[in-house]
T-cell receptor, first 112, second 113 residues
Framework: AAGVIQSPRHLIKEKRETATLKCYPIPRHDTVYWYQQGPGQDPQFLISFYEKMQSDKGSIPDRFSAQQFSDYHSELNMSSLELGDSALYFC???????????FGPGTRLTVL | AQSVSQHNHHVILSEAASLELGCNYSYGGTVNLFWYVQYPGQHLQLLLKYFSGDPLVKGIKGFEAEFIKSKFSFNLRKPSVQWSDTAEYFCAVRRNSGYALNFGKGTSLLVTP
């Protein structure tokens, strides 16, 4: 079965640079979620989109922005990167109203 | 503050031992409850979920969990663990009115041969 696809899988950036993470949901899923998992931490919800509109917002820094496109894929844009942004970024998708979120393999971002 | 609490941060068991991981939440209203597993270096995988109905839910790989509404708990159990169950286990709660999953801090399970 098709799963959530995230790219890139690994990303290394310098401080103050920008990064763009991409997420391709499971076909027919219309809701996308972004989570950040720091080393040894639990995943923290950042933001979600349903039918291309922001549906919920968590602890997403102002330096980050995200959107969902007409094909339902989503991009997380991160600017002015800081060392503390180094983490695993998970995307998940679901079928609205169903509730079960399926997670992608994550993008490991390292900020040097 | 609303939260999800997992009581055990690190658990070490021998193969064939029984497992119970505690999870309590403090959200009011209707919630959906989940247990996710994260094997080393891998992404989160759903073990089981509770939305409504029978409070005893069965998941994959022999895991089950019981929702006790009066105790705001959703404990994970497995009668006999295997070495391959070594992983991080996360309890998560989703309010029925929301989208986000709120995770507990996780329990690291090590199963020794």
């Amino acid at each position: 079965a098709a799963g959530v696809i995230q790219s890139p899988r690994h990303l290394i950036k310098e401080k103050r640079e920008t990064a763009t993470l991409k997420c391709y949901p499971i076909p027919r899923h219309d809701t996308v979620y972004w989570y950040q998992q720091g080393p040894g931490q639990d995943p923290q919800f950042l933001i979600s989109f349903y039918e291309k509109m922001q549906s919920d917002k968590g602890s997403i820094p102002d330096r980050f922005s995200a959107q969902q496109f007409s094909d339902y894929h989503s991009e997380l844009n991160m600017s002015s990167l800081e060392l503390g942004d180094s983490a695993l970024y998970f995307c998940a998708s679901s079928l609205e109203g169903y509730g079960e979120q399926f997670f992608g393999p994550g993008t490991r971002l390292t900020v040097l | 503050a609303q939260s999800v609490s997992q009581h055990n941060h690190h658990v070490i068991l021998s193969e064939a031992a029984s497992l119970e991981l505690g999870c309590n939440y403090s959200y009011g209203g209707t919630v959906n409850l989940f247990w996710y597993v994260q094997y080393p270096g891998q992404h989160l995988q759903l073990l089981l979920k509770y939305f409504s109905g029978d409070p005893l839910v069965k998941g994959i790989k022999g895991f089950e969990a019981e929702f006790i509404k009066s105790k705001f708990s959703f404990n994970l159990r497995k009668p006999s663990v295997q070495w391959s169950d070594t992983a991080e286990y996360f309890c998560a709660v989703r309010r029925n009115s929301g989208y986000a999953l709120n995770f507990g801090k996780g329990t690291s399970l090590l199963v020794t041969p």
